[in-house]
């Protein structure tokens, strides 16, 4: 089970720091697993935020990169995405996602966090 935790509500310019705990899974399906994090605004369509591989590798939507950073810890089967600098445009539900096959697609996602920024 994907829990996502850390929304809130923030003025433009404030942080966040959002956290994805994956219930259940063992170490190595963990570890093994690319995690993202997604996001939906209201009246538009998910969009992918950021990503992280089992190596760290990390990749960024154009429109975070500097201000987001994702990161994981497998120990304790969490990703985080510490977002900074936000702004109105960042307003959105925050859905976590494991990406592995031994888990699936019904149970990769979260149920979200709502994120709201204020001007």
């Known amino acids: 089970q994907v829990v996502e935790s850390g929304g809130g509500s923030v003025q433009h310019g404030g942080s966040l720091r959002l956290s994805c705990k994956v219930h259940g899974a063992i170490l190595s399906t963990f570890s093994g697993a690319m995690m993202a994090w997604y996001r939906q605004a209201p009246g538009k369509e998910r969009e992918l935020v950021a990503t992280v591989s089992p190596e760290r590798n990390t990749n960024y939507k154009d429109s975070v990169k500097g201000r987001f950073t994702i990161s994981r810890d497998n120990g304790k089967r969490t990703a985080y995405l510490q977002m900074n600098s936000l702004n109105v445009e960042d307003t959105a539900v925050y859905y976590c996602?494991?990406?592995?096959?031994?888990?699936?697609?019904?149970?990769?996602w979260g149920q979200g966090t709502h994120v709201t920024v204020s001007s």
């Open positions: 996602k494991i990406n592995s096959p031994y888990i699936s697609t019904e149970s990769s």
